[in-house]
């Protein structure tokens, strides 16, 4: 049985964010409403409709992260910053699999690094930044036991 749910979140499409309404199966995002979200309701309908909307559009906003809009997918900002973005990371981004190997190894590394550096610089290098650097890393590995 296929789970089929949406909520709304605000989507990142590189010149502009906007609030839509993303659909999801399984627990993955796989479209959104072409055009962002509005609050309105007819003369037949209640104006509480319209505040109950917004609340719950807010509600989502604030407790989802930011997704991406890439090559018509959608992308967890919790997973990359726009500024790691490269043709690598879209791809083991979309895929998660090159990501899930590698968890293990950023957090061992950024244990490591918070030891050696001190808590400003540690704060400005979010988990997202050492994941896509371990990813590298992986993706290297990986390439050169196929080579």
């Known amino acids: 049985m296929v789970d089929r749910h ?17 659909h999801y199966e399984n627990g993955e995002p796989v ?17 509480t409709a319209i505040t109950n909307g917004l609340a719950m559009a807010a509600s989502d906003a604030a407790r989802m992260p930011i997704l991406l809009a890439l090559d018509g997918k959608l992308i967890s900002s919790a997973i990359v910053h726009r500024a790691d973005i490269t043709e690598m990371m879209i791809e083991n981004a979309l895929h998660k699999a090159a990501l899930k190997p590698s968890r293990a190894v950023a957090l061992k590394v950024r244990r490591e690094m918070m030891v050696e550096m001190g808590d400003d610089v540690i704060g400005a ?6 994941v896509f650097a371990t990813a590298c890393v992986y993706a290297a590995t990986q390439q050169e036991q196929t080579s």
Do not use: M, Q
């Open 6 to 22: 949406w909520n709304y979140r605000i989507i990142d499409f590189g010149a502009h964010k906007a609030l839509h309404e993303v």
């Open 125 to 130: 290098i979010t988990e997202s930044h050492i």
């Open 31 to 47: 479209g959104w409403t072409e055009n962002p979200a509005t609050f309105v309701c007819g003369d037949d309908e209640d104006w």
